[in-house]
């Protein structure tokens, strides 16, 4: 054992996914947003004929609404506002 303390540096600081680039946020968000309609709207069209719906398309349409939350969480980007308590 050596009687010299090991050092540590500092944490590599935390760069978001997108960066802080806000135009590059709100495209990719929309973009996520804009597909969710597009998936939900298939199963929608297939309910306004009042044919009910089977598994296949409830799946759909939680699908889509996973990815509409996803594009409102990647223009929020909440894991970029977080202050570092230290």
Do not use: Y
């Amino acid at each position: 054992m050596s009687s010299k303390p090991s050092e540590v540096g500092p944490p590599a600081p935390h760069k978001p996914l997108f960066g802080d680039c806000w135009s590059c946020r709100l495209l990719s968000g929309l973009g996520l947003m804009a597909a969710s309609v597009w998936v939900f709207m298939g199963p929608r069209r297939v309910m306004r004929q009042r044919i009910p719906p089977n598994m296949w398309h409830i799946t759909q349409m939680t699908f889509a609404v996973g990815l509409f939350a996803w594009g409102a969480v990647v223009i929020a980007d909440p894991v970029g506002r977080q202050i570092r308590k230290e």
